[in-house]
């Protein structure tokens, strides 16, 4: 039988993966196990008063602007892992940058995403 992995040692193992690789991974582990990565819901108690809270946006877009200095086939690449398109449909779309990749998404996915198309050297934005 194989080893037993400790906590700390699959903490460590998840910290080397990209958001998409980890993205990946929920879905195969939800996949395998007939369950959702749904945050469980509570109802809060309301809360004392407090004074205003700035709150950034909770949905955002994704746009890419441009190709940059980046070789086509590794945005098309790219734009295809995160929109789930095919590879026509990806590639009609970075043709016709700049446009919107994703949107109505939280700004911590839109980052990550947006850290996968300038690490192709595509220039991409969130707003």
């Known amino acids: ?8 040692q699959i903490i460590d193992t998840l910290k080397q993966l ?3 690789e980890l993205k ?3 879905d195969a582990v939800c996949a395998e196990f007939g369950v959702t990565a749904a945050a469980p819901t509570a109802t809060a108690a309301p809360a004392e008063e407090e004074g205003p809270v700035a709150k950034g946006p909770t949905e955002v877009s994704l746009f890419l602007k441009g190709l ?14 995160i929109t789930g398109l095919g590879l026509m449909d990806a590639k009609k779309l970075v043709d016709s940058a700049p446009v919107a990749i994703k949107e109505k998404i939280s700004p911590v ?5 947006k850290k996968t198309l300038t ?3 595509a220039e991409a934005e969130v707003k």
């Open 109 to 113: 996915e839109a980052e990550a995403y």
């Open 119 to 121: 690490d192709t050297g």
């Open 1 to 8: 039988m194989a080893e037993k992995l400790t906590n700390e």
């Open 68 to 81: 940059g200095t980046a070789g086509k086939v590794a945005v098309i690449k790219a734009v295809q892992t």
């Open 18 to 20: 990209t958001a998409l």
């Open 24 to 26: 990946s991974l929920v």
